[in-house]
């Protein structure tokens, strides 16, 4: 079997450069294991070895992310690893972020598999845990001893590729991350057997926990509409015939912003839906009915309105993943307060 | 209603000088076939293909998959109120051609249709990559709209299936399954000490290539109502359905209904499985909380101790889906749901646009959103340009090679929640 070629990145006090004092200090590669990397070469016995180490100081890198992980990256990848380890660093803050930000820079870059670990409650842990194992330790390096041989267990099995248990099963925190695989047996027998178990009071498994949602509570209403400047929003995937964006039919990753200068009313010539998820047929004769332009050039002639805002947002909302469409909520709201924007008329399909 | 389904075992299909079977082999007249699927005044031209299990083959865009089935004995006929007249079906006898299907084909109606990859890692989310594929491309002629162009394909589907059945109607079969289903009362006192087991069946309804026919009623006009599942597997729910299309329910589907046919497994064992009641996915608030009071008053009716719900799609009906798992369970009838998830392409975001508490017996069917590169194949039919637009693709998926890089979200079937697939996932 070969052997599995491990590179360790560690901080400044952990690759014995020193303490607070020289946290600033810049990427050093070093051959071979240095500090708790030599427990881990132990621990991998004939099945691998630690054939290089990243030091580099935990100020260093949180000041320069860019540019100390470009280092960092092209000292791990002159080592050509199987895969790459970075701390345990408990619950130190900086550490743990610099370990997150490197394990999930190393997996894009070289599609290695990652890991480090870290207290539940680091930062580190919310921002990278998505991307990378965390191995769960005690909160400082007292718990040095347990937690290398958890990780050095996960260490060979994710070279190894075989299908890991649950988180709890292999001592790491969960990732929050759905994954497919083929079970087998087919859904609807798994249905069936769940049905069974839960008539019967017996326990069974759920196969999607379902999440909390956020809550977003509402403004205080706008006193006086006839100042107002009313912005338009859709997830209906209104764009300019022709999708000039590419905004996806489904699954978008991104909005278009388009300008209102001078229109009056959407046509069939002029505007179209993106949207792959409903009936595009009304939308496309008359985009009004999803984005309803014509109506606000009417209120703010009648004065019921302040103005319409010169642009309006579209997106697709089918399929479209909550992650990116708060994402895209945070950009256009951002923008619309910016430009002075009081009310929006957010339509859905 | 007591239905005996004689399944015919088709191991290869072959253009031929007559449509007939012989041994297991079917052969298809091509010319006689396409005379048989009519002149449609909207269609300017069909041909056909045939392809097999590891073809190194890509259909695209896929609009339905029917399986062949044809009424030997008692009334009325497979497809009713599609194809010739609305007896009620679901007794006598019935051959099914197994192990092939119909495939339809041809210039895209919306961004909404599949694809079937007859081999490479495509094909192993596609459960009908695993069928000897008759394959109908139909063109229609220009400037017919969109709605026309949909249901000229979607009759031409059925035309096809119905007459490569009529093969199979005389044929010795492989296997033979009876199935019974019993008036409610009947079957209550048969199984007076069984829990009684409901399946709440939802039909997408939300218009082009959004739709589900019931005995050819658009299923948007239904209230809930009740089926038998023998009438099911006669072909009485038929597919106008195949946006996104991992998650739609095609024809082929619906009369091998897999829950039914599971739930059937244990009927008289674990349960009494008492019925089956169809309801729709309306894109309005008051169509939706109508359709689930109805379903919840229906279970009530029936006296279900227990029901599955399955969904199909996602998004908005994930709202129908938390209605009918709410409104039955606040009156302590034990709910599971079949859903899919549309979780991000990184799996990272939540999985469901709609969530409750009282979901807490969930079955998922994977997540939609991850992503495959679908490798080049020798031959394509249908038109490979429509990757760049379809429902889980995006601009630039259609590679210059001929790959595709998508979500999963684009293979027919993939993801079907009413788990007639094996595809499921799980937190890491």
Redesign the interface.
Same mark, same amino acid.
């Given at each position: 079997m070969k052997k599995i070629r491990v590179v360790h990145y560690v901080n400044q006090f952990y690759g014995q450069i020193g303490g607070e004092d020289k946290a600033d200090i810049a990427p050093i590669l070093k051959e071979g294991f240095v500090g708790p990397g030599m427990q881990i070469n132990n621990l991998l016995k004939d099945r691998g070895e630690v054939v290089a180490t990243v030091i580099c100081g935990d100020n260093y890198f949180n000041e320069n992310v860019e540019e100390a992980t470009n280092t960092v990256l092209e000292m791990i990848g002159q080592h050509k690893p199987d895969i790459l380890v970075a701390g345990p660093a408990f619950n130190a803050g900086r550490y743990g972020m610099a370990c997150g930000a490197v394990c999930k820079a190393v997996e894009e870059e070289f599609g290695i598999p990652t890991l480090t670990g870290m207290y539940i409650e680091s930062p580190g842990v919310d921002s990278y845990r998505?991307y990378t194992y965390v191995v769960e330790t005690a909160n400082s390096a007292v718990g040095m001893r347990k937690a290398l041989p958890a990780m050095v267990d996960l260490l060979i099995k994710l070279v190894d590729g075989v299908e890991?248990g649950?988180?709890e099963e292999e001592g790491y925190i969960?990732?929050?991350?759905?994954?497919?695989?083929?079970? /087998? #047996?087919?859904?609807?027998?798994?249905?069936?057997d769940?049905?069974?178990k839960? +008539?019967n009071d017996q326990p069974?498994v759920? #196969?999607?926990p379902?999440?909390? $949602?956020d809550r977003v509570a509402p403004e205080a209403p706008i006193l006086d509409m006839t100042k107002a400047t009313v912005a338009l929003v859709t997830s209906g995937g209104i764009v300019p015939k022709g999708n000039p964006d590419?905004i #996806? /039919? /489904?699954?978008a990753?991104k909005y278009g912003r388009y300008d209102l200068e001078g229109v009056e009313d959407l046509t069939e010539a002029t505007y179209e839906t993106a949207?792959? *998820?409903? &009936?595009?047929?009304y939308a496309n004769l008359d985009s009004d009915r999803v984005l309803p332009v014509d109506v606000l050039r009417d209120l703010e002639k009648e004065g019921k309105i302040g103005k319409l805002y010169r642009y309006f947002y579209s997106t697709v909302?089918?399929?479209? /993943?909550?992650?990116?469409s708060v994402k895209f909520a945070e950009a256009i709201g951002k923008e619309l307060v910016e430009n002075g924007v009081d009310a929006v008329i957010l339509t859905s399909? | 209603m007591r239905l005996e389904l004689g399944y015919i075992h088709i191991k290869d299909v072959q253009f031929g000088e007559a449509t007939k079977l012989d041994n297991g082999t079917l052969f298809v007249n091509k010319a006689e076939m396409i005379e048989a699927l009519g002149k449609d005044e909207r269609i300017a031209s069909i041909d056909i293909e045939i392809v097999h299990p590891g073809d190194s083959v890509r259909i695209i865009p896929v609009k339905d998959v029917i399986e062949p089935r044809v009424k030997v004995a008692g009334p009325g006929n497979v497809f009713p109120g599609m194809l010739g007249k609305v007896d009620m079906v679901g007794e006598g006898r019935t051959h099914v051609l197994q192990g092939m299907a119909v495939v339809t084909t041809g210039k895209i109606v919306? $961004? %909404?249709e599949g694809i079937i990859d007859m081999s490479g890692p495509g094909a192993?989310y596609t459960p009908f990559s695993s069928l000897h594929n008759v394959v109908v491309i139909v063109e229609p002629k220009d400037g017919v709209?969109?709605?026309d162009h949909e249901a000229a394909v979607r009759i031409i589907g059925f035309k096809a299936a119905a007459y490569l059945a009529e093969a199979g109607r005389d044929a010795k079969v492989d296997e033979e399954k009876v199935y019974e289903h019993l008036p409610i009362h009947k079957s209550a006192e048969k199984y007076a000490d069984l829990?009684k087991?409901v399946y709440v069946y939802m039909l997408q309804t %939300?218009?082009?290539?959004?739709d589900t026919y019931v005995y050819g009623v658009d299923a948007k006009q239904i209230l809930p109502t009740l089926i038998s599942p023998t009438e099911v597997f006669d072909g009485a729910i038929v597919s106008g359905n195949c946006?996104?299309a991992c998650d739609k329910n095609p024809t082929l589907v619906h009369c091998n209904s897999?829950?039914i046919?599971?739930?059937l497994?244990?009927h008289g064992v &674990?349960?009494n499985f008492i019925g089956v009641v169809i309801t729709n996915e309306n894109?309005t608030l008051i169509d939706k909380e109508r359709s689930s009071n109805y379903v919840a008053k229906l279970v009530e009716m029936l006296g279900a101790?227990?029901i599955?719900v399955?969904e199909e799609g996602?998004?908005?009906p994930d709202a129908d889906l938390m209605m009918n798992c709410i409104k039955n369970e606040k009156k302590g009838v034990?709910t599971?749901l079949?859903?899919d #998830?549309?979780? *991000?392409? &990184? !799996?990272?975001?939540?999985?469901?646009a709609d969530?409750?508490?009282l979901? &807490?017996?969930? +079955?998922?069917?994977?997540?939609?959103?991850?992503v495959i590169v679908l490798p080049p194949m020798d031959k394509v039919i249908g038109h490979p340009e429509v990757a760049n637009?379809?429902? !889980?693709?995006? $601009?630039g998926s259609l590679r210059e090679d001929g790959s595709i890089e998508t979500?999963?979200?684009a293979i027919t079937g993939a993801t079907?929640?009413? !788990?007639?697939?094996?595809?499921?996932?799980?937190? +890491?």
């Open positions: 998505k890991l649950t988180p969960a990732r929050g991350v759905r994954r497919n695989y083929f079970h /087998s #047996e087919r859904g609807a027998k798994r249905a069936v769940m049905l069974i839960k +008539i069974f759920t #196969e999607y379902m999440p909390t $949602f590419h #996806e /039919s /489904s699954s990753t949207h792959g *998820g409903y &009936d595009p047929v909302g089918n399929g479209t /993943s909550v992650a990116n399909t | 919306g $961004f %909404q192993e709209l969109q709605h829990p087991v %939300q218009g082009l290539l959004h946006v996104s897999p829950v046919t599971e739930l497994e244990r &674990d349960y894109v101790d227990a599955i399955s996602f998004g908005n034990k599971v079949l859903t #998830e549309y979780a *991000g392409r &990184d !799996g990272g975001s939540q999985s469901l969530a409750n508490p979901a &807490d017996a969930v +079955i998922t069917n994977g997540n939609a959103n991850e637009v379809i429902a !889980g693709a995006w $601009f979500e999963i979200q079907n929640e009413l !788990g007639y697939h094996k595809l499921t996932a799980k937190e +890491i």
